[in-house]
C-alpha cells in the first residue's frame, strides 16, 4: 500500500476519513483539507476506496497531507494485522478498549468487514498519537469512523452532506451524530433535520460548502446560438432526462440552441440513447469528466446553466450542488428545481428560475423565456453573483469549518495558524 510520510515524522493533529479520495465531484471536501493545512492544522487523510477517475482535481497537487486507503477489511490476509491491531489497542487502553469494543458489537450496523476496517484505522490512529478525527459523509465513513472512535477513545466531528443523510436510517443516523462532538451540515434543510435527531445532544452547525467568486469574464463568442450548459455527474437524481425533454419541447418551439453536458455516470447510455430518440444530435454535447480549469472555460463560455435536481423515490435527494453555486458565481442564470436545498441559494426570479421536478413543459418555459431575453438573463445573472457574495463565497465559509471544529475540541486553538511544514511521497 503507497501513501504519503511527514518528512520529518512529527505528530498527527487530526485524521480525517472519507469514502474515496480524490473524487472530482467533492471538491468541496478537498477544499476544507486545503483551509485546514494552511490554518496550521497536520493532516493524515483515510479512505475507504480509491475511486478510477479519469479527471482529477486541480487543487489536488497542493494537498500536504498523507493519504492511505483502508485494506478491504475482507480479505484472508488481514487476519494477522486484525490480532495484532486489536492486540495494541487492547494494552493502549484495556478497559476503555474492552468497552468500546463491546459497544461496536452490539451495534445494529455492525459487520465482520466494517469492524476489521474500523480495527484497523483505530490502530493506526493510536499509532499516529491519538489525535481526533473527523468524518465525511455519514454512511459507511460515519460507521466506520465512529466504530474506530470507540475503539481508539477518540472523540471525532461528522460532516454530512446529501445521500448520506436522506438514506441512512433515522435510528442508525441518530447514534453517529448524538456520538460525535460536532456534526456539520451544508444546508439549512439537512441541518435541521441532524438537529432533530441529535435532541440537544451534539452541536449541529449550517456551514455552506462555498465557491469562489472571481469577475465576471466573458469568453470570445465567435457563435451566436445560445449555448446551455449542465455540469454534474449523470446519475437519476440530477434529472437530465427531464432537461433532455426540455431540449426537445424547445426544439419543437423553434428555438436554436446548444446543450452541452458535462459528467459521466450510469445514466450516460441511457441519456444517449433519449438524445437519439428525440432527434437532438445537433442540439446536445456530452463532453464527458472535465477539470476544474476546463469547467471553469465552459461557464465562461456559457449563456444559461440548467440542471433539474429530482427527489427519488427512496429518498435520495441533492442537498445543494456547488456546480449551481458556481454558475451563479460566473453570472449565469440558472434554471433548477425547487428541491429544499437548492431552494435555499436560487431564489425564484431573482437569482435563478425554478420548476417543479420532472416537469420538462415548464422547465423549457423557463428556458426560452432567458433565451429570448438578454435583459432577463442579465438581472438574474447578477441576482446569482450578488446571492453568492452575500451568502456563499468559499472565503467566508471555509474558516467557519475550523471555527466549528475548535469550539468543538476537535482542533486546537493553537493550532488554527501557521503553515504546515513539507510531506515527502514514499512507496
Known sequence: MSHLVNA????????????GFPRLSETFVLHELL????????????????????????ALAELRAPVEYLPDGAVPHQRTRLRLAHAALLLQRRLGYVHGLADVLASPEYSRSLGVSAALLAHRIV??????????????????????????????????????????????LARKVRDAAVVLACTDHGRAHLARLADGQTPVHLVYHGVELKGRTR??????????LAVGRLVEKKGHETLLLAAGLLRDRGFD??????????????????????RLGEHVVFLGPLSESE??????????????????????????PNVILEAMAHGLPVV????DGIAEAVLDGESGLLAEQDDPDVFAQHLGRLIEDADLRDRVGEGGRRRVAQHFERSANLPRVVDALVEAGIVAAAHASGDPRSLRAVA
Open 257 to 278: 440552441f446548444t446543450l452541452r453536458l458535462v459528467g459521466e455516470g450510469p445514466e450516460w447510455p441511457r441519456l444517449q440513447r433519449l438524445v437519439h430518440e428525440l
Open 35 to 58: 483551509e485546514l493545512e494552511r490554518r496550521g492544522v497536520r493532516l493524515h487523510l483515510f479512505a475507504i476506496r480509491r475511486p478510477a477517475e479519469i479527471v482529477q482535481q486541480d
Open 8 to 19: 520529518n515524522t512529527r505528530s498527527t493533529d487530526l485524521v480525517v476519513l472519507v469514502n
Open 295 to 320: 469547467v471553469r472555460l465552459e461557464y465562461e463560455s456559457a449563456d444559461i446553466f440548467a440542471l433539474p435536481c429530482r427527489k427519488l423515490a427512496n429518498g435520495d435527494q441533492d442537498g445543494l
Open 127 to 172: 499509532r499516529l498519537g491519538s489525535p481526533p478525527l473527523y468524518v465525511h459523509f455519514a454512511h459507511k465513513p460515519a460507521t466506520i469512523g465512529r466504530f474506530a472512535s470507540l475503539l481508539a477513545g477518540v472523540p471525532y466531528a461528522l460532516s454530512a452532506h446529501a445521500k448520506d443523510i436522506w438514506l441512512t436510517p433515522e435510528a442508525e
Open 219 to 228: 469568453a470570445a463568442r465567435p457563435f451566436e446560438t445560445p449555448r446551455l
Open 336 to 339: 433548477s428545481t425547487r428541491l
